[in-house]
């Protein structure tokens, strides 16, 4: 993971995961956290 992909597929990413993000960073990561409990709790 230490080697980041092309320049240009690198700020594609970005700007996709910024417009994603944007709102509030907490929430996004929040949000992220829940449903991959809810994946883990699903998966049991």
């Known amino acids: 993971m ?3 992909p092309p320049h240009h597929d690198d700020t594609l990413s970005r ?6 993000i944007h709102p509030d960073v907490d929430t996004a990561v929040f ?5 991959f409990c809810a994946v883990l709790m699903l998966a049991m």
């Open 15 to 20: 700007s996709v995961v910024m417009k994603i």
């Open 31 to 35: 949000y992220a956290v829940t449903v």
């Open 2 to 4: 230490s080697h980041y």
